[in-house]
Structures are given as structure tokens and as C-alpha cells.
């Protein structure tokens, strides 16, 4: 029996969001329930696309102004201007932040610091060594830069990608793991939630594809929630018995 959980949505920048449970159960076309936890949580506010309208821009100055600013590439006087709003306003816009006012809060500079140490990581997440070299094929998880990379023993196969992992007392569990279940077109009867390419590694926590943002806090009730074509491209490289590794600890959990 599996199950797992998804999520889709983002948060609000300028106070807590509203959050909804999903817990998932997959029904096989055999008509047999298969049934583990679902792990993940979305957020209630509507996911803002490059689609929609943009609203108004805020001329409050946000706490992280100029931390923004120098992340943005603007001048950092440390005071909202027009354009400031705008490069904001469309950071915002491209990453699932919620409200799209431009307002430089603690939502918008989280995401711009998980930008910088995934940046950071380059072609080496590795290099430090926590995750283990001497198994092969091995699928890591870095729970503090919130990454993950495919690894060959110390040969980088695949990543760093950016992933979101369990929030605050749902956790992400550490240590080593293997893939046991995967299913490609997983889906929740439950909640209606497709949860495509899922790699069940720890009960009901998995690799997965989302709806929404990656970017969004506070994060999945235990999945590794990925992107579209990155969780496509973990499906086309792990099997079962394959390893995953996960370490560290998600900031502010």
C-alpha cells in the first residue's frame, strides 16, 4: 500500500498564511485502495501568475529593503521607490509570493537568501561531503540549502535543483533511505490532487512534482516537493532500491 501527500499555493509577505491539510490515498485502476499518510500541506491564497494583473504597488518600506535591493540589483538607499516596487512586485510575481504589492518583507528576502545559497552550492553541493560517495547512485537531500542533487559516487549526475521539504513538525526525516514505490501519475482521491512522479523513500514521504511554487513557505507535510521537469528527470535516473540521503536541518524549523 502508498500513499503521499502534495501541496500547491504560496503565503503572504506580510503575515501568517492560511493553510489546508491534503492527505492523499491512491486508488489502482484494479479498484485495490493502497493507503499511507498524506504529507502535505498548501496554502489557501491563490497562486499569483505571470498571467494575472499585477495590483498596485505598496510606498511602504519594507524591513529587508535593502537587502532586496542589493539582491535585485537595484541601488540600496534602503528607501521604496517606484521601480524598487516594480523589480519586486515582479520577483514576486515569478515566485509564487502572495500579496504581489512589492513589498520588501520577510517572505520575499527567505526566498532571495534560499536563492543565494542554491546559487552558492554551483556544481559542487557537494562539497562538504556530507552526503555519501561510496553507494553509487544516490539521490541527496540537503534540508538546510533546501537542494537536492543525483550523485554517481562523487560524480555529479544531476542538480542542484531547489526543492521544499516538511515544515515545522512535519520534518522531512533524515538519514539514509531507499526508493521502494514510485508511481508516475499518482494521484489523491481524497483531495483530487495530482501528485505526478512520485518516488516513495520513508512511509509516505516522496519525490514529487507541484502545482505551485517550490519557493513557497512553510513547506510540505514531509515530501520533497520539486518542479515539474526536475521531478520528471529524478523519475528518469532512480529506480527502486536506488539511495537518498537526506541531512541538515530546513531553516526555521
Not at 53 to 60: E, G, R, V
Not at 94 to 110: C, K
Not at 171 to 197: C, F, N, Q
Amino acid at each position: 500500500m502508498g500513499v503521499v501527500g502534495a501541496h500547491r499555493g504560496l503565503t503572504s509577505d506580510k503575515g501568517p498564511g492560511f493553510f489546508r491539510r491534503f492527505g492523499t490515498r491512491r486508488i489502482r485502476r484494479t479498484g485495490v485502495a493502497l493507503g499511507l499518510a498524506g504529507m502535505v500541506m498548501p496554502l489557501a491564497v491563490a497562486l499569483a501568475t505571470p498571467a494575472q494583473a499585477a495590483p498596485s504597488c505598496t510606498t511602504s518600506t519594507g524591513p529587508y529593503q535593502k537587502q532586496v535591493e542589493k539582491f535585485l540589483g537595484r541601488p540600496v538607499d534602503g528607501r521604496q521607490s517606484r521601480t524598487d516596487c516594480l523589480a519586486i512586485q515582479k520577483f514576486q510575481i515569478n515566485n509564487g509570493i502572495s500579496p504581489t504589492i512589492g513589498y520588501a518583507g520577510p517572505i520575499t528576502w527567505g526566498v532571495m537568501s534560499l536563492k543565494n545559497a542554491q546559487r552558492a552550492a554551483g556544481h559542487n553541493p557537494n562539497a562538504a561531503g556530507r552526503c555519501p560517495t561510496n553507494r553509487g547512485r544516490i539521490a541527496c537531500v540537503d534540508l538546510t540549502r533546501q537542494l537536492s542533487w543525483v550523485q554517481d559516487g562523487s560524480r555529479l549526475v544531476y542538480g542542484p535543483v531547489p526543492v521544499r521539504t516538511g515544515r515545522d513538525r512535519y520534518e522531512t526525516r533524515t538519514g539514509l533511505k531507499k526508493i521502494y514505490w514510485r508511481d508516475i501519475d499518482h494521484w489523491s482521491t481524497i483531495y483530487d490532487v495530482a501528485m505526478p512522479y512520485s518516488q516513495f523513500f520513508d512511509g509516505g514521504q516522496a519525490f514529487h512534482s507541484i502545482a505551485g511554487s517550490v519557493w513557497s513557505p512553510p513547506g510540505s507535510h514531509g515530501c520533497v516537493n520539486m518542479r515539474k521537469a526536475d521531478a520528471k528527470k529524478y523519475w528518469s535516473l532512480l529506480k527502486n532500491g536506488d539511495d537518498v540521503y537526506v541531512y541538515g536541518r530546513k531553516p526555521g524549523t
